[in-house]
């Protein structure tokens, strides 16, 4: 009988396997993404290229939009490896950015759905809502294919799909990343009363598989609220640790992985767009997978975490933490700040290198 051990090893490869199959497809893209936006940045932040100009926008544009819209492209991809009709799915993130949708949802009003509540979601760059409707939607086309006349089911199968898993998608899977994101940062506010030093420690260690899911996306009106209300942030200043925990476990990763050159490719991607800010290529690509890099990124970030909550560094404007984006956090605690990014970094790179053994 194989163990509790082993069974739960066999069912995280085979959840692993499935999400490789989605998002490895756009990896190359997703980092070319990383890399246009951090650099454009990087050249406004330096006064080389005005943020009013039309090379700014139009770079931008084509950057970020690539992350806004990433239900799109998942859509897609797990269409192909869940085996549903693509246009189909498709039209689920089509529903879920729909500019009037999108200017209600994001803006913190709810919707009325025969007398249920859609709550406030924030459906750009998601990840969870998309795959949990296309995998929906997979058992939803099933009977159609199956009870539907064939005569009408070019029009009707649509027609059957859309009620059932737009509904869902809206009233459930948009609130999943929402809740989880809301807990996480109710029980970080409770700590970092206790003690700023835990609480760094505490996202710096649960912000990343935060984002896998979508659910970092909870922070940033608070973040924002704060530097609103006090002029600064104590929040995402702890978060600059776990970026380059990311970046040091792909590094470690791509060192390692000699026999693998595809692998060693994509693992290399990761550390450089994890390094220029950026943490979706290594997250997706690299250390999802790799559960001992997974980990080892965490630690380190809680490594990280836990030195700014220690020096009580601020964030003056909204901005992800990394070195490019440091401006935003020059005064407390700062020198401390980029140290914590340089030790996380550091703690990533020497823990998965300590674990070359396991590393496939």
């Not at 950026?278 to 890099?293: D, H, N, S």
């Not at 490019?324 to 401390?336: D, H, K, L, Q, W």
Request: net charge positive; aromatic share 12%.
């Amino acid at each position: 009988m194989p163990s509790l051990i082993t069974k739960l090893e066999s069912g995280y490869k085979t959840v692993i396997h499935q999400i490789s199959g989605i998002f490895l497809p756009i990896i190359n893209c997703l980092t070319a993404a990383s890399i246009i936006k951090s650099v454009i940045v990087l050249m406004a932040a330096a006064g080389i290229l005005a943020e009013t100009s039309g090379v700014y926008q139009i770079l931008y544009a084509c950057s970020d939009g690539f992350f806004y819209f990433l239900p799109f492209y998942l859509a897609i991809t797990a269409s192909r490896q869940w085996k549903t009709d693509p246009i189909i799915s498709l039209s689920i993130p089509v529903a879920m950015l729909y500019p009037q949708i999108v200017a209600v949802l994001e803006n913190g009003n709810t919707m009325d759905f025969f007398g249920l509540t859609i709550p406030a979601t924030i459906y750009h760059s998601s990840v969870i809502p998309v795959l949990l409707a296309v995998a929906l939607l997979r058992f939803v086309e099933k009977p159609c294919d199956k009870f539907i006349p064939e005569a009408v089911r070019g029009f009707l199968k649509p027609i059957v799909c859309c009620l059932v898993v737009l509904p869902i998608t809206f009233l459930l899977f948009g609130r999943v990343g929402t809740w989880i994101g809301d807990f996480l940062t109710k029980i970080f506010l409770s700590i970092y009363d206790f003690s700023p030093i835990f609480a760094g420690a505490f996202m710096g260690f649960f912000i990343q598989p935060m984002v896998v899911v979508g659910a970092h996306w909870s922070i940033v009106p608070v973040s924002i609220n704060n530097i609103a209300l006090n002029g600064y942030d104590i929040i995402m200043p702890l978060l600059g640790g776990a970026v380059y925990g990311q970046a040091g476990a792909c590094l470690a990763l791509g060192i390692l992985r000699r026999k693998d050159k595809e692998k060693r490719r994509i693992a290399f991607q990761g550390a450089m767009s994890a390094a220029l800010g950026v943490t979706e290529p290594a997250l997706f690509g690299v250390t999802v997978p790799e559960i001992r890099g997974m980990l080892s990124a965490c630690v380190a970030g809680a490594v990280g975490g836990a030195m700014a909550g220690a020096a009580g560094t601020h964030c003056n404007n909204f901005a992800f933490p990394s070195y490019i984006t440091s401006v935003a956090y020059v005064g407390p605690g700062f020198v401390t700040f980029l140290i914590s990014m340089a030790v996380a970094f550091a703690v990533a790179f020497v823990l998965v290198m300590a674990q070359k053994k396991w590393i496939k």
